[in-house]
């Protein structure tokens, strides 16, 4: 065994001191090279603890940044296709023009034109995705939501397009005298107007409103309802009786039948006869034609929007209206041949009848079928779907309008048309409300991305304040390790000097 020439059998002090300060120059050295005060968290001392709290903090900040990025890039992309929507429903509802009734030589109108290109571009929006991911589908991000318009306006041979229910409703609102489902008759000097029977179609008798003297009229609720006109003498010229009838999409018509003669006769008018049942005979004639003036333009506009809601309006009910049928389809009276003119109910179509929208369409609220969580109590819903009303009124008013037939062979077309581009320029614009249902979702969206951009605000502050905490903690400063460092150095040095002049002593030398 060595002994040294201090005593002992240990290292020598002065060698264990100058291998303690060779230690602090090696790790000084590290922290020079890595920026980090230890490479364990040992090292760090009581800060460890904080130390692994704010980098658990560091990663749930990350997981929420990146949830945003998906959720930005998602709300940038309905913001954008909100916008375009709003104007293609805006450009829509100038080509539904009342005034511009222009046939083409394939029977359709400009206004039917104009009104498809806008419908195809509607509908590609409400097939935009992003990643992958349908925007418009709900819950069913994966699946495409809108089919394809030629698809929706025709169908196939086993599912009914829209043309085909709107015909089928046509048929059955106009009756087998394509007078909307009346009937008039004349017993001496009574006219009678009645419903043909208890059934959703055709006009329903409101009410009757007579200026006209010697006229006596009465009126049953039903239903069916009746009202009874008697001329219990001779009107006079200029007056006239009014007749109020609901037709099958809620609105009301008014058809006004004058004694011919006056200063501002109205459009139809009755002569007076030389006895009133003469008379009579002469209103049941004019009623007649009222009614089938009426039915071809008026009635057949209202037919065809409320087929257009029955085929788009898929969106669940709650609650659910009494009697609802979804996707409405006339039942046809028994064949052969199948006769629709005479129909009495309606039944559900959802078995034969084109899905137009093919997403999600569970209950409850669609926003919430996408949701992102920003923050650690904070969570936002974004979700949409195609069928929501704002998105449907303006695909269901604009398709109705394509599959309309202004052909030349259909009379009173000028009209018809009139009354169907008023219609649909009511259902891109519903009356009395303050901002489309478009700019109604898009004002949530908007809302959302506010709380996203302030959520993604706050986090990126709270990043910061978190990187410089650790960088306080596990960071150095360079200046006072590199002070250090030179400082033990120059210590290291007479150190060694110091120890290899002791370490060469000997007694003589000392002596």
Do not use: C
Request: no cysteine.
């Amino acid at each position: 065994m060595a002994i040294n020439p201090y005593g002992g059998y240990g290292l020598p002090r002065q060698v264990s001191y100058l291998t303690n300060l060779r230690t602090q120059m090696d790790d000084l050295g590290r922290q020079l090279g890595t920026n980090l005060k230890s490479d364990t968290y040992g090292g760090l001392g009581s800060e460890r603890v904080l130390d692994l709290s704010l980098k658990q903090q560091l990663s749930e900040l990350g997981v929420y940044k990146q949830t945003i990025q998906i959720a930005n890039l998602r709300l940038d992309t309905l913001d954008k296709t909100s916008e375009r929507l709003e104007a293609i429903r805006s450009e829509g509802k100038q080509a539904a023009d009342r005034n511009n009734f222009e046939l083409f030589g394939n029977g359709r109108t400009s206004s039917q034109s104009a009104a498809e290109i806008s419908l195809r571009e509607f509908m590609a929006h409400l097939n935009t995705d992003v990643g992958g991911r349908y925007l418009f589908s709900g819950k069913a991000a994966d699946t495409l939501p809108v089919q394809s318009l030629d698809h929706i306006l025709d169908g196939d041979g086993n599912y009914a397009g829209l043309k085909t229910v709107i015909d089928e409703y046509n048929q059955a609102d106009l009756g087998p005298l394509d007078n909307g489902r009346m009937t008039t008759s004349r017993t001496g000097s009574q006219v009678t107007l009645a419903e043909d029977g208890t059934h959703p179609f055709g006009f329903k008798i409101d009410s009757v409103a007579s200026g006209a003297s010697n006229v006596t009229v009465n009126q049953t609720a039903g239903p069916p309802a009746s009202l009874d006109v008697d001329f219990t003498g001779q009107p006079e010229p200029g007056q006239a009786i009014r007749v109020f009838l609901t037709l099958p999409d809620g609105s009301q018509s008014e058809l006004t039948l004058g004694v011919a003669g006056g200063e501002d006769d109205p459009d139809i008018t009755f002569q007076r006869g030389a006895t009133p049942d003469d008379t009579a005979q002469f209103f049941k004639d004019a009623l007649d034609t009222a009614l089938s003036v009426a039915a071809g333009t008026e009635l057949k506009a209202a037919s065809s929007i409320r087929a257009g809601e029955a085929f788009f309006d898929t969106a669940p009910k709650s609650p659910v209206p009494p009697g609802y049928q979804p996707m409405a389809r006339v039942v046809p009276s028994a064949g052969p041949p199948v006769d629709f003119s005479t129909a009495t109910s309606l039944r559900d179509g959802t078995g034969d009848t084109v899905s137009w929208y093919t997403g999600d369409n569970s209950a409850g609220d669609p926003r919430k079928d996408s949701s992102a969580r920003v923050d650690e109590n904070l969570s936002v819903n974004y979700g949409a779907r195609a069928n929501e009303d704002g998105y449907r009124t303006v695909v269901q008013s604009l398709a109705v309008l394509v599959a309309a037939d202004f052909s030349a062979g259909q009379p009173q077309n000028d009209k018809f048309y009139q009354e169907m581009a008023q219609r649909v320029n009511d259902g891109l614009t519903p009356p009395g409300a303050e901002a489309s249902g478009i700019r109604q979702n898009h004002m949530e969206f908007a809302s959302v991305q506010r709380t996203v951009k302030d959520a993604e605000g706050r986090h990126r502050v709270a990043e910061g304040a978190a990187k410089a905490m650790i960088d306080g903690i596990e960071g150095i400063n360079k200046e006072e390790v590199s002070m250090q460092l030179l400082t033990l150095r120059n210590t290291l040095e007479i150190s060694y000097q110091a120890t290899s002049i002791t370490l060469n002593m000997s007694l003589s030398k000392y002596l």
